[in-house]
């Protein structure tokens, strides 16, 4: 599916440029005035799809259902665009534009009032305790294996790895296996104790990387060891989201790890995400900068700065 807004004089001039460029197919989802020029905003399908009138309505029923939350805008404007090809179902063409313009307008008006640039995080893992936060499946281990790698070899430093996360089964054992594999000190903490006893050794290193348990709220101890370390000037604390969680979630997720003064966020799961839409809802609803998204479980690859992503969407919007 495509996007795009045209700026025109006249509409007749729109509606040709919309036909050049996204062809036959396309929908217009929005037109405004301002100025003496009009704002149209349009859509069309990178794929076409069967015409047939049944499919159409099983589609909708399905997936489209009043009593569902409709997530997932591209599937909606590809299925508003199969019905227009089709000529038929007026009424249910109106009834889909309708909940475009209700849920969906808002979020893209939303998101061209973005400056994506300001959102890109253009300095980060620079501090000495790199505090990596997040919920249970973030995504948290393999992405601290995969900023190890970056430190170690792209950057060459020298690093370690400490881990609180050993309240769950196994929760540390596969980031402690990649630190063995690349030649990374690994250090288990358990308590307040621990950390006194490594403070030495840690003394050696340049950064020092630190796992943290997904659920913090109920880990009284570690939280309070956690409060005090995210405290440091010499702290960087990274929180982990996935986009694969619904919008409530990541809300919930934000507002509770912000109380450990979190400087940027790394967004994971980039793979496994259907749409942009929790990708839009952290760049227009949080103002913490974005340093790397991944995008896949290789370590140490899969893991890119976050420019090579924002910035495609920025060019996308801007064409």
């Known amino acids: 599916m495509k996007m795009k807004k045209y700026t025109v004089e006249n509409l007749q001039k729109g509606w040709v440029l919309i036909r050049e460029e996204l062809g036959e197919n396309a929908i217009i989802l929005s037109v405004k005035e301002a100025d003496g020029k009009f ?3 349009a859509a069309s399908p990178e794929k076409k799809t069967p015409k047939k009138e049944d499919k159409l309505f099983e589609t909708f029923k399905k997936k489209f259902s009043k009593n569902e939350d409709i997530k997932n805008l591209e599937k909606l404007i590809n ?3 199969r019905i227009k090809d089709s000529k038929i179902n007026d009424s249910l063409l109106n009834e889909i534009q309708e909940e475009i313009h209700r849920n969906y307008l808002p979020i893209i008006e939303k ?3 973005v400056d994506i640039l300001t959102k890109i995080e253009t300095n980060p893992l620079t501090k000495r305790y790199i505090n990596v936060l997040g919920n249970i499946s973030s995504g948290k281990s393999t992405t601290i294996a995969k900023l190890a790698a970056i430190l170690k070899f792209n950057r ?3 690093i370690a790895v400490a881990s609180f996360d050993f309240y769950k089964i196994g929760g540390s054992e596969s980031l402690k296996k990649f630190a063995e594999i690349m030649q990374i000190p690994f250090f ?10 490594y403070k030495d050794s840690f003394d050696e290193f340049e950064h020092i990387l630190f796992d943290t348990p997904g659920n913090i709220k109920d880990l009284t101890e570690v939280e309070k060891i956690l409060t005090f370390i995210t405290s440091s000037s010499d702290a960087e604390n990274i929180l982990t989201i996935p986009l694969t969680k619904k919008e409530n979630l990541i809300d ?3 507002r509770y790890f912000s109380k450990f003064k979190i400087h940027h966020l790394i967004l994971t799961k980039l793979d496994e995400l259907e749409n942009r839409i929790p990708l839009y809802f952290v760049l227009t609803n949080y103002d913490y900068k974005i340093s790397y998204i991944t995008n896949g479980l290789n370590v140490p690859k899969d893991i890119v700065e976050s420019y090579q992503v924002l910035n495609g969407i920025f060019e996308e919007r801007g064409r």
């Open 39 to 41: 704002e149209i905003l």
């Open 188 to 197: 288990m903490i358990k308590d307040e104790k621990d950390l006194i006893m």
């Open 156 to 158: 060459d430093k020298k």
């Open 79 to 81: 299925l508003l665009i």
């Open 252 to 254: 919930r997720d934000i």
């Open 111 to 113: 998101i061209n009032s």
